[in-house]
């Protein structure tokens, strides 16, 4: 909300595409994992044009698969051909302090240590109003899963 500064939901959604699966023991994106992602991207791209969100309002924040893959441009062009944006391939810091802030935001001023757990890395992040301290780690739920947990 403009007026207020506040968020608003337009549409609340949360699709798990794991798209992490294979890059820790290929190096690349999976042709699978890669048409998981377009798909809930196509479903994204039909709530933006049904909420009429401007391109220029949209950010798409990618993480730690898409900055250990050798082929995250077939993830970029194809992101860009459904949504019409660029993914942002953020570092292991930047996914630190967008995970603390978004976790923090409302909460008072005392101090915290927030761990965000991903599909490839965990960031864990210690501050008040704003990070303080940051760690990310390759550590995450996709990536261990594929190295110990085998049937």
Not at 63 to 81: I, K, L, P
Not at 100 to 115: I, S
């Amino acid at each position: 909300d403009p007026a207020t500064g506040s968020l608003v939901d337009l549409d609340r959604r949360m699709e798990i595409v794991r798209l992490g699966q294979g890059v820790d023991r290929t190096g690349r994106l999976a042709p699978e994992a890669l048409e998981r992602t377009f798909a809930a991207c196509r479903q994204y791209a039909a709530a933006i044009a049904e909420h009429e969100v401007p391109a220029g309002d949209i950010r798409f924040v990618a993480t730690s698969a898409s900055r250990d893959a050798s082929n995250r441009d077939d993830f970029v062009h194809g992101v860009r051909d459904i949504l019409g944006v660029d993914p942002e391939v953020i570092t292991g810091a930047e996914e630190a302090r967008l995970s603390f802030t978004g976790a923090t935001r409302e909460l008072g001023e005392d101090t915290y240590l927030v761990v965000d757990i991903g599909g490839g890395s965990t960031e864990f992040v210690l501050g008040t109003k704003s990070p303080r301290a940051s760690r990310s780690v390759d550590i995450g739920c996709v990536r261990m899963t594929e190295r110990h947990l085998t049937t």
